[in-house]
């Protein structure tokens, strides 16, 4: 049998008109890890010195992933079609990640649906999230909330979809399956499953002083 004229598993996945990435890895890994650190940057220069190191980095986070899941997520939700054949450097990105899982190269369902719902709904959400807290906002932790669950419940089918078909459509190579697989998206599952707790206690907290009984004026 002819070799598929890919770098993806399984291999023997068909990609009609495939075009493969003209810049290496490193160089789509580089280009994401310096625009997330950009705003991570940006985030933490904005979130004000007065808000602790941890209040800070959780706002800057959400600037993180507006942007994650507006232009990364957002382009293959609009473009997963022609993502094979597709050049430039959001194409290469998603190349180089299907490395880690082939479904981004062939419209896989579940992941369509996932990365819409990501981009056009968290993406916002995420950067509404940062600007809640920037002005303080009394509704920023059910934002905090709202968006840190969904992240966390895709997060948790995409990983639990992969592995009822016994993770076939990742490289074995470590960079590829414990790095890019495990590693990336295990970001999105420690953080929010943080953010939740941390808004549930703020939320609560809330709640209590709500509710406790009020002294009258006398």
Known sequence: METPAHPYWPRSLSLPGYVSSARPGWQCAGAVAA??????????????????AARRLAVSWFLVCAGVHGVLEGY????????????????????????????YMTSDDFTVAMETVTAWAWGPLSFLTFL????????RFVLQLIVSLGQLYGDIL?????????????????????????????????????????????????????????????
Not at 89 to 99: G, N, P, S, T
């Open 76 to 103: 293959f939700s609009l473009r997963h079609r022609e993502l094979p054949a597709d050049t430039g450097l959001l194409a290469d990105v998603w190349k180089e990640y299907a490395k880690a899982d082939s479904r």
């Open 158 to 218: 995409y990983f639990a979809t992969e592995a009822r078909v016994g993770w076939t459509h990742s490289d074995p190579h470590p960079l590829y399956f414990w790095v890019y697989f495990v590693g990336l998206n295990g970001i999105w599952v420690l953080v929010p499953t943080a953010l939740i707790v941390d808004a549930c206690k703020h939320l609560s907290a809330a709640q209590r002083a709500h509710d406790s009984p009020r002294k009258k004026a006398h």
């Open 35 to 52: 625009a997330g650190a950009g705003l991570l940057a940006l985030g933490w220069a904005l979130s004000g010195a007065e808000r602790s």
């Open 132 to 139: 809640a807290f920037l002005c303080r906002h009394p509704a």
